[in-house]
């Protein structure tokens, strides 16, 4: 899309000082701007950047005052809110999936597919699944025998989804998700000979994800060894997160990228799992708890608390494990110096 | 599958106290189960949860005696076993792939391809690969060229293996494995006219897979710059892995979800690497050794030993700093004291 | 490849110690080498592989007199430098992409394809894309509307990019990379009667790719919330990297396996982000900068400095905590016997 700076400040009913004629095709921070970008400016944070940027155009307060390099600034009430709303007209138009299924799709004959139901080429439904009314499962993805996809989901392309798994509605799968692959599970076995054999754990259960979750691409949720790996309605799961099997996720919960559960583990309603946490198999992570940001959780967290750090330990105690080596800087000043207090003392007494 | 509750009781030869006629349809924990699971109960660990089950019914030790909120127990002498037993009567049927190449396959002329081998659709299999016998090749899987197969081997859809990849006897690769990708590697040029260029070193070397060996979804094995990247006999490699290029591994190991082997380091056999454990390069692992979850590795490992923190130390040691904060109270408390007697000593002298 | 041992000796102009006739057919270090191969040896730290090693044969300095197991040694002036000259003779073939277009791909009629293109097979390529000259799309890649992806290029099977992205000239992306993915971005409403809807905040910007930028298997990149994600020239990722939204890359910067950034954190020209570091969104990592493997960052890093532990610090900081568990042992040493010492004199004064 492309806009002049003129339609662009009347549209945002902003003043313009500069080249109406000039034209904004998309946007950018001021730091990141380039000749044809429109930047925004309020933070005196970033007063630097103003006059280093290479944004054709700014957004500035009314009552702004000052030096630029940009061509142009649009003065209006709140630049951030009118940043907002320019924001979907600089961006690619949308992609639009008219219902309609690609000559080239793979699907069985008792696949039962909804209303207004998009399939796209090389895309794979095997036996026995449905699709529900108004979903976009597009391009090469795969879905296995027995799968439902409820209403309004949408699988981008090469999205993974493995037989009796069962998606809730208006689920969002990107690119490289993985549902159902098995969990991992051996059993060594001694052999009489003195040997070692690996026996896999047959992965009987499935996935389940609740209405209106969404998972970013190359995730990996594993179906259950049996029953259901369970992903509760709401919760949203970031990019190339490992979700074990058996694991069950409540309701309304983030799950950031590169984070990984281990199999069993309960976490519950409101909680937020902070990027590359690693947590523990078997563990209970209650209603409203986080798990900081690569923080290794071995055991329980009660409701609403943060743990953090590598053990993971209350917000408040690894707080004060960062203070520890200073304190120790001080301790050995003042063991020092009770040390020498100490020898003079002994000197002054067999004076 | 569904089962009545007097079907089941009979096959686990049980005694069943309730309405025979209740239908089971599914397997789940107390705490996860829904109308129409079945649970079991046996650690006082959870004995609050037979009160709050939605369990349908609930498999009990014989001696059992209590209250539940779930309309019926069947009473066996070992639940976790009869469980065990019960869990396949309830898992969705396996998925059957019967021999066959399916007709949207892509597969070069000169491909051999054993007995009994199913290939899916959307699948690529380029110039002199070979397939052994009773090999499941699933949809859209790539397979490049001159790559092996070795017998009885299960590829999910949307593997990819890169030319000259040999892959050992019953290898089961998960959705969006990744065999054979370049290794990191570049050569940065400093140009005489003050750039840089950064030149790619080839990766000449290939991925070799032993026999037995699992990996998990979306994991990526790099090829080698020259030479063979290898996993041994037996190992099983968990979901996003990262496995360097040369990087040798035994037989018999695990590596857990999320971990990362950097370029050349050697990993025995029987060894235990734990989720998103990071180890760097040219490192020796020894046999049965072990890196904790989340540690960083820098150091080799002797044999047997369990290295884990970050950086990753010895087991004992990694505990003894645990104690660190609370030693250093202590301490302060100590050195506070010891002032105050100074103190009181100096001016009993003085006086 | 296959080359007797006569033949190598002549390529290499080395001096043969034993059957010339005796045939080479790949390469390995002296630990991992078996019956076929060749290996090498100089540094003297393997020296004890020597008498162990199953390599056919071994490189060896013009002046080496020692024992070895291998059947034949060659001996040359630079063992490692005549062992990379020899590594592409036993490289698998170069896989030659001739350029056309598969009968299979499926490409919109307005898609522009540039000279010597190689498009796969089972390849979609969606409406108002360009592709430039000498680029090769390989099988089964998905790249969405109006894509641009530079000359030269190179996409490995299962890569996607999605609407709008923008790729520059000789970018080589690996199976599994995702391109222009949402971000992760969500708003809770609290509804009035109590509940909590997640809104999705639109991911309205792309991705933009530099020159020569190389990005490894199963890596995601994600399309900003509005402007563009940005990877600068020559900067290269390894595998399994996360890439949130808004995040700005410079040049000839390195990014190691399973790292992730978050949101809008820009990383400057030259830096080295090591292998499964995480770095919080909005922060800037300057010029020539360095954040350690397994670190996790939460401020800014100065130009050139580089930062390691979780929480990061500056390198000297992080070796100085490493001392402490020791310091804290020789404390409490010290303060025991000032606590003697102190007995000592007030029973002496008492005295």
New interface residues.
């Given amino acids: 899309m492309r806009m002049t700076l003129q339609e662009l400040a009347d549209r945002l009913q902003g003043q313009l000082t500069g080249d109406g004629a000039l034209e904004i095709s998309?946007?950018?921070?001021l730091?990141?701007a380039r000749p044809g970008?429109l930047s925004f400016y309020k933070d005196r944070k970033y007063i630097k950047q103003l006059t280093t940027t290479r944004a054709t155009a700014i957004l500035v307060e009314n009552a702004w005052e000052g030096e630029t390099s940009a061509k142009a600034v649009i003065r209006v009430a709140d630049p951030n809110g009118a940043?907002a709303i320019a924001?979907?007209w600089?961006?690619?138009?949308e992609?639009i999936r008219e219902p309609g299924i690609?000559p080239?799709a793979?699907i069985a004959p008792d696949v039962t597919i909804g209303e207004r139901v998009y399939v796209?080429?090389?895309t794979?439904i095997e036996a026995g699944s449905e699709i529900g009314d108004d979903c976009v499962i597009?391009?090469?993805v795969?879905i296995?025998?027995?799968v439902t996809v409820g209403k309004g989901s949408h699988l981008?392309?090469?999205v993974?989804v493995?037989?009796?798994c069962v998606l809730g509605e208006r689920v969002?799968l990107?690119?490289?998700v993985?549902i159902g692959?098995?969990g991992?599970g051996?059993n060594?076995v001694f052999l009489p000979n003195g040997t070692?054999?690996?026996d896999?754990i047959?992965q009987?259960?499935?996935v389940e994800l609740g209405n209106?979750v969404?998972i970013?691409?190359?995730t990996?949720v594993?179906r259950a060894?049996?029953?259901?790996t369970?992903i509760g309605h709401?919760t949203?799961i970031?990019?190339?997160v490992?979700i074990?099997h058996?694991v069950?996720v409540g309701d309304?919960s983030?799950i950031?990228?590169?984070a990984?559960v281990?199999g069993?583990t309960?976490i519950g309603s409101g909680c937020l799992i902070w990027?590359?946490a690693?947590i523990?198999g078997h563990l209970t992570i209650h209603d409203r708890a986080q798990v900081g940001?690569?923080s290794?959780l071995?055991k329980d967290v009660p409701p609403g608390e943060y743990y953090l750090?590598?053990?993971a330990v209350p917000k408040k105690e690894f707080a004060?494990?960062?203070l520890?080596?200073r304190?120790?800087e001080r301790?050995?000043k003042?063991?020092a110096e009770?040390?020498a207090?100490?020898e003079a003392?002994?000197q002054?007494?067999q004076s």
Wanted: hydrophobic share 30%; net charge positive; glycine share 12%.
């Fill in positions: 998309a946007l950018a921070s730091s990141e970008d940043f924001a979907p600089f961006a690619p138009p992609v690609h080239t793979v796209g080429p090389w794979v597009e391009a090469q795969f296995g025998q027995r981008y392309p090469q993974t493995r037989e009796g969002i990107h690119s490289g993985r692959g098995d991992y051996y060594p070692i054999r690996v896999k047959p009987l259960g499935i209106d969404e970013g691409c190359n990996t594993d060894r049996f029953g259901r369970r709401s949203k970031d990019n190339l490992q074990g058996n069950q309304f983030g950031i990228a590169q990984g281990a069993s309960r990027a590359q690693g523990s940001p690569a290794g071995s750090g590598l053990p004060s494990t960062l520890v080596p304190q120790v301790l050995r003042q063991v009770l040390k207090q100490v003392l002994t002054a007494i």
